[in-house]
T-cell receptor, first 115, second 110 residues
Framework: DGGITQSPKYLFRKEGQNVTLSCEQNLNHDAMYWYRQDPGQGLRLIYYSQIVNDFQKGDIAEGYSVSREKKESFPLTVTSAQKNPTAFYLC??????????????FGPGTRLLVL | RKEVEQDPGPFNVPEGATVAFNCTYSNSASQSFFWYRQDCRKEPKLLMSVYSSGNEDGRFTAQLNRASQYISLLIRDSKLSDSATYLCVVRGAAGNKLTFGGGTRVLVKP
């Protein structure tokens, strides 16, 4: 089946620890995105990538890092510099198109909790 | 002012009733509009795109009012399974970036 997978479903982070969230897609989409969702709030863009080996900061990139070595994969690292990392992290992908109705599709998410 | 604003609700709806809610956006150059549905602790899923002429998908009707910069979603004959948070999503004038509203929570009760 085509889709987006994220792992793990739940992740616990200790103080001062870096953790990496996995995101893989087999939809052959060029663009991939990472969002953070806090309770009762909308999604906020962390990083996005439109092509392999290139990515751009979103609205809240501080304390996060990404890589895009393969088209299918876009892992997110939450570094110790992110002081409030507890949130629901969502990965999405899309085609790159001038078609106005092109939109994004989401993976099941990773819930990160700080111990 | 937030780029995309929604009434957080909840909208408590009797089963079988009709419910409608709006979303306002601030950027008049916005190109595309969508409604996503998000169930509790799950990922958002595309419900429907919103076309300039308005569009209907079964019991769901979406409208766009560019002059007043809002979109609306109407749900007819509400089902218990319609209980969810509905996210208003706007695509800007350039690129594929989307801006999400905070969501409107709908609770359908027997």
């Amino acid at each position: 089946d085509g889709g987006i997978t994220q792992s793990p479903k739940y992740l616990f982070r200790k103080e001062g620890q870096n953790v990496t969230l996995s995101c893989e897609q087999n939809l052959n989409h060029d663009a991939m995105y990472w969002y953070r969702q806090d309770p009762g709030q909308g999604l906020r863009l962390i990083y996005y990538s439109q092509i392999v080996n290139d990515f751009q900061k979103g609205d809240i990139a501080e304390g996060y890092s990404v890589s895009r070595e393969k088209k299918e994969s876009f892992p997110l690292t939450v570094t110790s510099a992110q002081k409030n990392p507890t949130a629901f992290y969502l990965c999405a992908s899309s085609r790159i198109s001038t078609r106005t109705q092109e939109t994004q599709y989401f993976g099941p998410g990773t819930r990160l909790l700080v111990l | 002012r937030k780029e995309v604003e929604q009434d957080p609700g909840p909208f408590n709806v009797p089963e079988g009733a009709t419910v409608a809610f709006n979303c306002t956006y601030s950027n008049s150059a916005s190109q595309s509009f969508f409604w996503y549905r998000q169930d509790c602790r799950k990922e958002p899923k595309l419900l429907m795109s919103v076309y300039s002429s308005g569009n209907e998908d079964g019991r769901f009707t979406a409208q766009l009012n560019r002059a007043s910069q809002y979109i609306s979603l109407l749900i007819r004959d509400s089902k218990l399974s319609d209980s969810a948070t509905y996210l208003c999503v706007v695509r800007g004038a350039a690129g594929n970036k989307l801006t999400f509203g905070g969501g409107t929570r709908v609770l359908v009760k027997p």
